[in-house]
Each structure stands twice: as C-alpha cells, then as structure tokens.
C-alpha cells in the first residue's frame, strides 16, 4: 500500500539521518572539547551563534534536495505542474519538521551520545514503528475477507448457470442491455449471447461483496491519514503517494476508470460476435492502446498544514530552551 517511492525514500528515511548527522552534535561537541567558554567569551548572542551554525546545515540539506529535484527534472522530464511543487513544498515541509526536532534536541544541552541515541530513536519510531503499529492496526481493525468470497461468487456465479435454463441467466443480461432482447436464445445449442451473459452473471453475484470490500479499503485508507496527522513520516509519505497517482483512492479510480473501458470495448464487439460474424470484419485499427490519466485530488492545507504546525510547536519549544542559554 505504500507505492512506488523512489526519491520519497530518500527524502523520508535518508535526509532524516543526514540532518541528524550533522546537527546532533552543535552544541555539546564545543562543550565536551572545551570550546565552549572562549566563543562564548567572544560573542555577546550566544544563541544566535548556535542558530546561525544550524541554519548552516539546514541551508547545506535543502541545497542537497534541490540539487537531487533539478537532476530529476532534467533527466526524467518532469513538468513543472502543480503536483511537482506540492511535492516540493512538503518535501521542504517535511526537512524543515526535522530541522526543528534537531534543533530542540540540541538546546536541551546533552551530551553528544545522548542526542545521537535519543534521535536516532525517534528516527525508528516515526519511520519504522510508528507506521508498522499502524499499518497493523488498520489491517486487524479492517479485515477484508470479501476478497476472497468476491472471487468465489464470481465463479460460482459463472459456473452454476452451466446447469440452470439458459432463460434464467438471460434475465439478468437483458436487463442490463435490453438493447440485445432481439437476439434468440435457444436451449438445445451454444449461443455466444448465452455464454457472455454467464459471464456478466457471474459478475453480479459478486457485485455486493466487491463493493463491501471497496468499502472497507476506503476505511483503512480514511484511518491511516487521520492517525498520519500527527506522524509526519506517514503523512509525508501519503502524501507522495498522493501526488505520484499510486496512492490507494487513485488505485480504486483507476480500476472503475478501467471497468468502464472494458464495458465500452465488449459493447462494442458484442452485436457482431452475436452476428457470427468473422473476425476479418472489424476494423481493428480503431482499437488502440489507451492510457489512463490520473486527475490530481489533494488538498493544499491538507497536505502542508499539519507538518507545518508540528514544526513549529517544536520550534517554539526550542526557543524557549535556547534562552536559557
């Protein structure tokens, strides 16, 4: 369920660490080295020189993103459309959340070790645990069984018409396309008519349970961005899926998009499969590839607003502690 993320991997587990990397030791690497005391004799704002060595790193991984995001649009095309910049601005958004959560760690003035492990920490917790504990939660709380009782219906529902009166599958089908009715049916012999309405048939008695099933992996998917609200890994992630069209409401988009096209296709081969007609009688260059195209569905405030909020109450909280400097 997570989808293709490529560049999101990177930017959701890697620049986490460099971040990490770089700012876990700002303030307590001075102190164990015993530094500390002559720049603090040489700088009246000593605050404001911690900030400005942590604007440093922050400014050295956004130029990092940057870079990777202009290398991508050169080499992969992309275009400069309003997906890519939301996937810019939450990519920001998202570098910005743990600049903030480094920059609190490191105005608590712990030791070094202590920084590396209680952040490192959080980085398994927000990245692996936290959306495992999900991801488990919503698959018990959520169980889906109609995915395998939807097949058997839809088999069942095919094969039983083998063995019942050929008018009794014909009522479903006709009523669907009335526009066949004209087309004889008989008993005593194979009819194309006969076999594609087994096939639709078959298709509805498992309509129910498909859409049950539907239902319920709309509801996984509803859990899982209200809990990722207040995780900015997962929200970051849905997020990207979102934006890429691998996300799970463009998935069920585009097998209803595909369901529609295979009806349009069949429609328009059945009257001359009904006719016996030969295959040489279709004009089969009107039949080409088509590609669907994903129509983008994310909500600005949606997508930026929740990191954004986290950030900053983060933020507030390490400038309260950087005063006490």
Same mark, same amino acid.
């Given at each position: 369920?997570?989808?293709?993320?490529?560049?999101?991997?990177?930017?959701?587990?890697?620049?986490?660490?460099?971040? #990490?990397?770089?700012?876990?030791?700002?303030?307590?690497?001075?102190? !164990?080295?015993?530094? *500390?005391? #002559?720049?603090? /004799?040489?700088?009246?704002?000593?605050?404001?020189? &911690?900030?400005?060595?942590? &604007?440093?790193?922050?400014?050295?991984?956004?130029?990092?993103?940057?870079?990777?995001?202009?290398?991508?649009?050169?080499?992969?095309?992309?275009?400069?459309?309003?997906?890519? *910049?939301?996937?810019?601005?939450?990519?920001?958004?998202?570098?910005?959340?743990? /600049?903030?959560?480094?920059? *609190?760690?490191?105005?608590?003035?712990?030791?070094?070790?202590?920084?590396?492990?209680?952040?490192?920490?959080?980085?398994?917790?927000?990245?692996?645990?936290?959306?495992?504990?999900?991801?488990?939660?919503?698959?018990?709380?959520?169980?889906?069984?109609?995915?395998?009782?939807?097949?058997? !219906?839809?088999?069942?529902?095919?094969?039983?018409? *083998?063995? &019942?009166?050929?008018?009794?599958?014909?009522?479903?089908?006709?009523?669907?396309?009335?526009?066949?009715?004209?087309?004889?049916?008989?008993?005593?012999?194979?009819?194309?008519?006969?076999?594609?309405?087994?096939?639709?048939?078959?298709?509805?008695?498992?309509?129910?349970?498909?859409?049950?099933?539907?239902?319920?992996?709309?509801?996984?998917?509803?859990?899982?961005?209200?809990?990722?609200?207040?995780?900015?890994?997962?929200?970051?992630?849905? /997020?990207?899926?979102?934006?890429?069209?691998?996300?799970?409401? /463009?998935?069920?988009?585009?097998?209803?998009?595909?369901?529609?096209?295979?009806?349009?296709?069949?429609?328009?081969?059945?009257?001359?499969?009904?006719?016996?007609?030969?295959?040489?009688?279709?004009?089969?260059?009107?039949?080409?590839?088509?590609?669907?195209?994903?129509?983008?569905?994310?909500?600005?405030?949606?997508?930026?607003?929740?990191?954004?909020?986290?950030? #900053?109450?983060?933020?507030?909280?390490?400038?309260?502690?950087?005063?006490?400097?």
């Amino acid at each position: 369920m997570s989808g293709n993320l490529d560049l999101g991997f990177v930017i959701i587990y890697l620049f986490p660490l460099v971040l #990490i990397a770089l700012t876990f030791n700002l303030y307590s690497e001075e102190k !164990e080295l015993g530094t *500390w005391r #002559i720049l603090a /004799s040489q700088t009246a704002n000593k605050s404001g020189f &911690l900030f400005k060595k942590l &604007l440093v790193r922050i400014l050295f991984v956004l130029v990092l993103l940057i870079t990777l995001l202009v290398i991508a649009i050169l080499v992969l095309q992309i275009p400069l459309n309003q997906n890519f *910049w939301a996937f810019f601005l939450q990519s920001i958004a998202y570098l910005l959340f743990w /600049s903030a959560l480094c920059f *609190w760690m490191v105005t608590l003035l712990k030791s070094s070790s202590f920084n590396a492990l209680a952040l490192l920490s959080v980085w398994v917790l927000l990245t692996i645990l936290f959306p495992a504990i999900v991801n488990n939660y919503v698959l018990n709380k959520y169980q889906v069984p109609e995915a395998l009782e939807a097949m058997v !219906e839809q088999r069942d529902g095919y094969h039983e018409k *083998w063995d &019942l009166e050929k008018n009794a599958t014909m009522v479903g089908f006709l009523e669907k396309y009335p526009q066949f009715k004209s087309y004889p049916v008989p008993e005593d012999k194979f009819s194309w008519i006969w076999y594609y309405g087994m096939q639709y048939m078959g298709d509805l008695a498992a309509r129910d349970t498909s859409e049950e099933m539907t239902y319920k992996i709309m509801l996984r998917n509803t859990v899982s961005e209200k809990i990722a609200l207040l995780i900015p890994t997962m929200h970051a992630q849905l /997020s990207f899926n979102t934006l890429a069209g691998t996300d799970m409401i /463009s998935h069920l988009e585009f097998l209803n998009a595909l369901a529609v096209f295979h009806e349009n296709l069949r429609l328009s081969l059945y009257t001359k499969i009904f006719d016996g007609q030969s295959a040489d009688t279709v004009d089969w260059t009107k039949y080409e590839a088509k590609f669907y195209s994903a129509k983008p569905h994310f909500d600005w405030i949606y997508l930026m607003l929740p990191t954004l909020l986290i950030t #900053i109450i983060i933020s507030v909280f390490g400038v309260l502690n950087l005063r006490k400097l």
